[in-house]
């Protein structure tokens, strides 16, 4: 960038914030209910005298330069917040593309005699612009990823519960898909809690489950086995038909466990096995 | 010298693990027991693990072969007390202990083992009765 622009730029600084400030508060898709006009303001204003301050380097369409760090990293904490506070990436992009505008307008303004060197430096800020928004939006899918991630694990923490249903009896509904990670949480909480509660039969009902394929019933498998390692007996509940047809299809070999339709019927097994009995109370009637 | 030790309990032998076996200390151990259990012709061999921490796959080759060998002189073996880190780490070596029983607690295992001597004993007093009706 010529440094006549690069000093036209550095004067007008002011004029670009201002132009970027109406274009943002003009656009549609403003979101004043998550971020404050004046939070706005002074995230645009640090932006863009980091950007100001970078354009006379001689780095300046080599954004993996030194030099560009500061903008980007200031660009990566915007976008960052951004996505945490529930911005669409719409909205995120069109914070670095109204920048773009801004600049663009105000050379257009300046640079009124000369078209061509209008045009080469037009270019090059388009370049340098769009760099940036890939940046931004690099970091904005970042944060939404360590977003999802953190729910996914949040999920798997609350979703595999011990249930004791009756003194010596475990119930532990699955509900979603089985995969290697989940299955090893599973079996470490139904383990863990046979030994506290010094429980005899552990039922894992699957109703939950949408689909059994081969690796999921191998992860079943496993569970069962290493609950009978431990000296317990475990009871898989909660076959839908279409579970017991997928499993008779792909061949899997569940012969060696205990397995029941309903959680009821595993429930009512279990207490044939501790040998006990729900009995109906015979109510006598007064008259 | 470490050597595990086995006590003997009516018909039953107990073999408490209290330290993390070695290799070596875990076939003593296999060979004292089958000689163990061919002298005093126990019906049922306890092995209570609750204080084995470590686990690799010889010690549950090893745990396996007590059981089958027993098995053969006509004993049956219990493991009992078994870590759930253990347990997993047994399945993930892909060794469910086929043939072995298993409880929580030694209370558990040594009423197992009850159970199982006397089911065998009824099926015997059956055969008897038969042959008695044969003989008859």
Known sequence: MSLKTHQLLKNKKKNILE???KNQLADES???DLISNDELRSQSEELITALVSNLSGENFTNLDSDEWSPVIEILGGIAITRARQGFSPRETGNFVFSLKEAILDVLQQEITSDPMTLFIESQKINRIMDNLSVVTFETFIKGREEVILR?????????TPVIRVWDGILALPIIGTL???RTQIVMENLLQEIVETGSSIAILDISGVPAVDSLVAQHLIKTVSATRLMGAECIISGIRPEIAQTVVHLGIDLSNIITKATLASAL?????VMRLEVKKINTVSKF | MDKIPILRMGAFLLVTIQVDLYDRLALNLEAD????VNKTSAKGVLIDISAV?????????IIGNIASMSKILDAETVVVGMQPAVAITLIELGLPLKGVHTALDMEKGMNLLKSMIDETEEEADEDEMSDDLITE
């Open chain 1, 19 to 21: 132009l970027w400030m």
């Open chain 1, 30 to 32: 403003l979101r004043e």
């Open chain 1, 151 to 159: 729910q996914t694990d949040e999920i798997t923490e609350i979703s």
């Open chain 1, 179 to 181: 995969d290697s990670a």
């Open chain 1, 268 to 272: 009512a097994y279990s207490f044939k």
């Open chain 2, 33 to 36: 027991l089958v000689q163990m």
């Open chain 2, 53 to 61: 921490s470590i686990v690799d796959s010889f010690m549950g080759r």
